[in-house]
């Protein structure tokens, strides 16, 4: 069974930039979550997709938006990207909206 | 808001004496809770989730639930040096997975050989 995987490992981007970042679910796994994480402080929710619609959204600007496919696969695609967008990201899949989440390795993105 | 507060530490804890991790959350709709450890620049691994109040254990992992204090702990018994590690508690809000899950800044736990 092969778990979560993100894509790329380490980014470098500059500001006013857009960046996409990918992420491959669990085996049988319909739902992906990703989360912002800043140095010293806990993941905060950035969106849910479950079936190919996003299903909650935390407090994250529209410049932060995402794609799920028929695979269950997910992109997350920052616009405009601000120095404060440095951050990790990571993504999380379960086996449904309410399902136990269980992480990839993550993307560093860092913003010059 | 939601909000999930742990006490930063470092908790520093002697090889083979028990760790104990605390959570408060302020959240009364809460309805699941997770205790995830992240390896310093590593993602976090799931360790233990709980749903009903009182004890669940799983080897050297205790989880402690009281929705009534709102509060969450985390046992660990026999600790090893690699334990030491950030210990990141999870609540999901009351719309459940489409809150996604709200994260306490963690506890940065250190075993000493």
């Known amino acids: 069974e092969t778990g979560v995987t993100q894509s790329p490992t380490h980014l470098i981007k500059t500001r006013g930039q857009q960046v996409t970042l990918r992420c491959s679910s669990q085996?049988?796994?319909?739902?992906v979550s990703w989360y912002q994480q800043a140095l010293g402080q806990g993941p905060q929710f950035i969106f849910q997709?479950?079936?190919?619609?996003?299903?909650g959204r935390g407090n994250f600007p529209p410049r932060f938006s995402g794609l799920q496919f028929p695979n269950y696969s997910s992109e997350l695609n920052v616009n405009a990207l601000e120095l404060d967008d440095s951050a990790l990201y990571l993504c999380?899949?379960?086996?449904?909206?309410?399902?136990?989440?269980?992480f990839g390795p993550g993307t560093r993105l860092t913003v010059l | 808001q939601k909000e999930v507060e742990q006490n930063s530490g470092p908790l520093s804890v002697p090889e083979g004496a028990i760790a104990s991790l605390n959570c408060t959350y302020s959240?009364?709709?809460?309805?699941?809770f997770f205790w995830y450890r992240q390896y310093s620049g590593k993602s976090p691994e799931l360790i233990m989730f709980i749903y009903s109040n009182g004890d669940k254990e799983d080897g050297r992992f205790t989880a402690q639930l009281n929705k009534a204090s709102q509060y969450v702990s985390l046992l660990i018994r026999d600790s090893q040096p690699s334990d030491s590690a950030t210990y990141l508690c999870?609540?999901?809000?009351?719309?459940?997975?489409?809150?996604?899950?709200?994260f306490g800044k963690g506890t940065h736990l250190i075993i000493q050989p």
């Open positions: 959240d009364r709709g809460s309805q699941s």
């Open positions: 085996s049988g796994h319909n739902t």
């Open positions: 997709y479950y079936r190919e619609e996003e299903n």
């Open positions: 999870a609540v999901t809000g009351s719309g459940g997975g489409a809150d996604g899950l709200t």
């Open positions: 999380a899949s379960s086996v449904d909206r309410e399902g136990t989440q269980y």
